[in-house]
Protein backbone atom coordinates (compact mmCIF):
# COMPACT_ATOMS: atom_id res chain seq x y z
CA UNK A 1 0.00 0.00 0.00
CA UNK A 2 1.29 2.68 -0.78
CA UNK A 3 2.04 5.69 1.65
CA UNK A 4 -0.97 8.08 1.15
CA UNK A 5 -3.12 5.26 1.51
CA UNK A 6 -1.67 4.88 4.75
CA UNK A 7 -1.91 8.33 5.74
CA UNK A 8 -5.22 8.90 4.43
CA UNK A 9 -6.65 5.78 6.83
CA UNK A 10 -5.60 6.95 9.67
CA UNK A 11 -9.45 6.24 11.63
CA UNK A 12 -10.48 2.54 12.75
CA UNK A 13 -14.23 1.46 12.99
CA UNK A 14 -14.36 -1.99 14.84
CA UNK A 15 -17.77 -4.21 15.28
CA UNK A 16 -18.75 -7.13 16.84
CA UNK A 17 -20.55 -9.77 14.64
CA UNK A 18 -22.15 -12.64 15.69
CA UNK A 19 -20.55 -16.22 14.05
CA UNK A 20 -23.19 -16.24 11.36
CA UNK A 21 -22.49 -12.48 10.46
CA UNK A 22 -18.64 -12.89 10.19
CA UNK A 23 -19.58 -16.14 8.07
CA UNK A 24 -21.53 -14.61 5.86
CA UNK A 25 -19.51 -11.51 5.38
CA UNK A 26 -16.80 -13.85 4.42
CA UNK A 27 -18.63 -15.39 2.17
CA UNK A 28 -19.73 -12.62 0.38
CA UNK A 29 -15.88 -11.21 0.12
CA UNK A 30 -14.37 -14.36 -1.10
CA UNK A 31 -17.28 -14.12 -3.33
CA UNK A 32 -16.44 -11.15 -4.78
CA UNK A 33 -12.90 -11.83 -4.91
CA UNK A 34 -11.95 -9.33 -2.19
CA UNK A 35 -10.51 -8.98 1.05
CA UNK A 36 -13.47 -8.84 4.14
CA UNK A 37 -12.13 -5.20 4.83
CA UNK A 38 -12.40 -4.14 1.39
CA UNK A 39 -16.04 -6.08 1.05
CA UNK A 40 -17.45 -4.13 4.25
CA UNK A 41 -15.53 -0.33 3.70
CA UNK A 42 -17.22 -0.48 0.52
CA UNK A 43 -20.16 -1.45 0.75
CA UNK A 44 -21.21 0.56 4.26
CA UNK A 45 -19.68 3.79 1.88
CA UNK A 46 -21.89 3.06 -0.56
CA UNK A 47 -24.77 2.72 2.30
CA UNK A 48 -23.79 5.82 3.56
CA UNK A 49 -23.64 8.13 0.94
CA UNK A 50 -27.08 6.52 -0.13
CA UNK A 51 -28.52 7.97 3.24
CA UNK A 52 -26.39 11.42 3.26
CA UNK A 53 -27.80 11.90 0.00
CA UNK A 54 -31.82 10.92 0.53
CA UNK A 55 -31.23 13.50 3.57
CA UNK A 56 -29.66 16.09 1.07
CA UNK A 57 -32.22 15.75 -1.40
CA UNK A 58 -35.73 17.64 -1.43
CA UNK A 59 -38.41 15.97 -3.63
CA UNK A 60 -41.28 18.61 -4.28
CA UNK A 61 -44.69 17.64 -6.60
CA UNK A 62 -45.02 19.52 -9.26
CA UNK A 63 -47.89 21.73 -7.39
CA UNK A 64 -45.36 21.92 -4.28
CA UNK A 65 -42.86 22.73 -6.52
CA UNK A 66 -44.88 25.48 -8.31
CA UNK A 67 -45.61 26.83 -4.88
CA UNK A 68 -42.26 27.26 -3.95
CA UNK A 69 -40.94 28.64 -6.79
CA UNK A 70 -44.55 31.24 -6.41
CA UNK A 71 -42.85 32.42 -3.18
CA UNK A 72 -39.01 32.68 -4.26
CA UNK A 73 -40.92 34.83 -7.36
CA UNK A 74 -42.42 38.00 -4.52
CA UNK A 75 -40.31 40.75 -3.79
CA UNK A 76 -38.49 40.40 -0.35
CA UNK A 77 -39.73 41.72 2.58
CA UNK A 78 -37.12 43.83 4.69
CA UNK A 79 -36.60 42.61 8.47
CA UNK A 80 -36.26 45.72 10.12
CA UNK A 81 -33.50 43.74 12.76
CA UNK A 82 -31.59 42.83 9.86
CA UNK A 83 -32.01 46.36 8.17
CA UNK A 84 -30.85 47.83 11.71
CA UNK A 85 -27.97 45.57 12.31
CA UNK A 86 -26.24 46.25 8.21
CA UNK A 87 -27.04 50.09 9.00
CA UNK A 88 -25.14 49.71 12.37
CA UNK A 89 -22.11 47.51 10.78
CA UNK A 90 -20.07 48.94 7.88
CA UNK A 91 -19.93 46.07 5.17
CA UNK A 92 -16.47 44.10 5.46
CA UNK A 93 -14.00 45.41 2.87
CA UNK A 94 -13.39 42.84 0.00
CA UNK A 95 -9.71 41.48 0.16
Known sequence: MSDRANT???HRLEV???PEQDTLIRQAAD???T???AFVLDTVTA???GVVKQHQDLLLSNQAFDRFIA???KPATPVPELVDLFEKNPKLREA
Do not use: F, N, P, S
Request: net charge positive; no cysteine; hydrophobic share 35%.
Open 47 to 49: RAK
Open 8 to 10: ARR
Open 35 to 37: TVT
Open 16 to 18: RVT
Open 31 to 33: LED
Open 71 to 73: ELD
